[in-house]
């Protein structure tokens, strides 16, 4: 690989679903992964093996699956992490595991209670466990950005030693700012003797606002691979935003010097892949996927456009994948064209009955909306898979009153194990009046954190994906739903939201 290239880490299934709320299911992983390897993303960190069964299944599935892009597990420096992940890997055509200790005085004393000493032990332990399992490992300090300088020197050379290929400096509280970490970058590498036989790489999480701007710092002062999120995805604040990373190496290559392998036209299906499986919708000013990023509004922005590109655009939609927006299918279309376009958005059928409930929801959708995009596809897979994930609550039927100057009423009947079960609600909207009819009914007692509606394609006929986040005992589960009918798309997220509740979740937390 030429010195200028940079490597991309794409880490929205590990790091990306430490969101609250962002758990995904094995499929809709491997559908990400699969939209992230037609993207050409270098590595993609599928998981951490040894949360749950759960996780260790799709780090499995993906490692099985993926050719082009190198799979990730992540572990701590501990025996039972390590060999589960290696474990999770054995397949890969081409595997890594990374592994990673807290560094900084405040985590080694108080998170580890361990003395610096014994930290460096176990690092280089865990790096040679590793190696003895696969040839790629990375190495991760973990809050790295409050590490002292020296000792994050001698416990790098260590690792490399050892057989540390990556060493990754996280900021993982997000507190860097981007001089002073880039020069950071530096002095690793120029102080460290053998800091050539290793990339250094970046994880950089977003608290300040400064993750990409951080993360570029770093490229600016030697770091060659750079960890990033689909929407910038991640635990809190999340983690720097991939397509900012890629476009701004790209638009800026006259400045940063640096590339990227990534094909960029894949950027904005996969952001909304991302956030239709996540229901973690992308505000409309959010750079490079927002549905705002390349509107004009102003006479003057649209004037000099016209007359000039250039004068207000930088890069065009089309670069990172608007406008790809086709019309992919309609009525008529049958079953094999249904498959086939859904295949290459990476949703394969395990069964003959699942394209065949996916294909009867197309065409009643084809009946209300003449066109169908990708999108109205992504978000009827996501609907769908929603709807079929552990089904307790099924939405039989809702009807909804509503007029001018009168209280709007709802009526549903939702099956409840097979069982139809009948309420009736008056409420502030329709919206309200069917959730409280719904609550009646599922009784999850559980508090209404985020309701939001997005349209999936322009039209007044675009199908509207819900998604409603709800919270019972510090859980936080995401519901989505999509319909032509917002109301129905709303009432279909409440009850996948509560089905969600009900499902078993646990897993560890790679960091506490
Ligand atoms: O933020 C962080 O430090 C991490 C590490 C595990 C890489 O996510
Ligand atoms: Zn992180």
């Known amino acids: 690989m030429s010195d200028n290239r940079v490597i991309i880490f794409d880490t929205t299934l590990r790091d990306g679903e430490q969101s ?19 993207m050409r993303v270098d590595v993609i960190e599928a998981g951490f093996a040894i949360a749950s069964p759960g996780d260790f299944e799709a780090v499995k599935a993906i490692a099985d699956t993926i050719q082009d892009s190198t799979i990730c597990s992540l572990s701590r420096a501990l025996d039972a992490d390590i060999d589960r992940a290696g474990e999770a890997l054995k397949n890969a055509n081409s595997g890594r595991i990374h592994t990673f200790i807290a560094t900084s005085p405040i985590h080694m004393k108080y998170k580890l209670q361990m003395e610096p000493d014994r930290v460096v032990e176990q690092a280089v332990y865990a790096v040679k466990r590793a190696r003895n399992l696969i040839d790629d490992v990375e190495f991760s300090l973990e809050d790295a950005s409050r590490s002292e300088l020296d000792f994050m020197c001698r416990i790098i050379e260590q690792v490399i030693d050892a057989g540390a290929r990556t060493i990754n400096i996280p900021d993982t509280v997000g507190y860097a700012v981007p001089e002073e970490f880039g020069h950071t970058i530096r002095q690793l590498i120029e102080r460290i003797p053998n800091a050539d036989k290793a990339i250094f790489s970046v994880h950089c999480h977003n608290d300040l606002g400064l993750a990409v701007a951080n993360s570029l710092a770093a490229v600016s002062n030697g770091a060659r691979q750079v960890e990033c999120t689909i929407n910038g995805l991640g635990e809190r604040a999340g983690n720097a935003s991939l397509e900012e990373v890629v476009m701004a190496i790209r638009t800026r290559h006259d400045r940063l010097g640096v590339e990227t392998g990534i094909d960029t036209t894949h950027i904005v299906p996969t952001s909304r892949l991302v956030s239709g499986v996540t229901g973690f919708p992308v505000q409309p000013n959010k750079a490079i996927v927002g549905a705002n990023a390349f509107a004009h509004e102003s006479g003057i922005h649209q004037d000099g456009v016209l007359k000039h590109r250039e004068t207000y655009e930088i890069m065009t939609a089309q670069d990172v994948g608007w406008h790809t927006n086709k019309m992919v299918l309609g009525k008529h279309s049958g079953r094999a064209a249904f498959r086939s376009r859904l295949e290459e958005l990476g949703t394969t059928f395990e069964t003959d009955a699942e394209l065949n409930t996916m294909f009867a929801r197309f065409k009643e959708l084809a009946d209300k909306k003449h066109e169908i995009f990708d999108e109205d596809l992504q978000a009827l897979v996501s609907d769908t ?7 307790r609550y099924r939405l039989s039927s809702l009807k909804v009153t509503s007029q001018t100057g009168e209280t709007p009423v709802a009526e549903v009947v939702v099956m ?5 079960m009948r309420a009736t609600s008056a409420g502030s909207g329709p919206v309200d009046a069917a959730y409280k009819a719904i609550e009646s009914i599922v009784h999850t007692e559980a508090s209404l954190e985020l309701y939001s509606v997005n349209a999936i394609t ?4 675009s199908q509207g994906e819900v998604t409603v986040r709800l919270e019972k005992g510090g859980r936080i589960v995401n519901g989505l739903g999509a319909d032509t009918d917002i109301v129905i798309a709303s009432a279909k997220a409440y009850l996948h939201a509560a089905n969600l509740l009900l499902s078993d979740t646990t897993k560890a937390h790679p960091q506490v």
């Open 20 to 38: 609250p709320g962002a758990s995904m299911t094995k499929a809709e992983k491997l559908r990400i992964a699969k939209a992230l390897e037609k």
């Open 458 to 461: 322009s039209g007044t006929d």
């Open 385 to 391: 898979k929603a709807a079929g994930f552990n089904e």
């Open 416 to 420: 409840v194990e097979g069982e139809e």
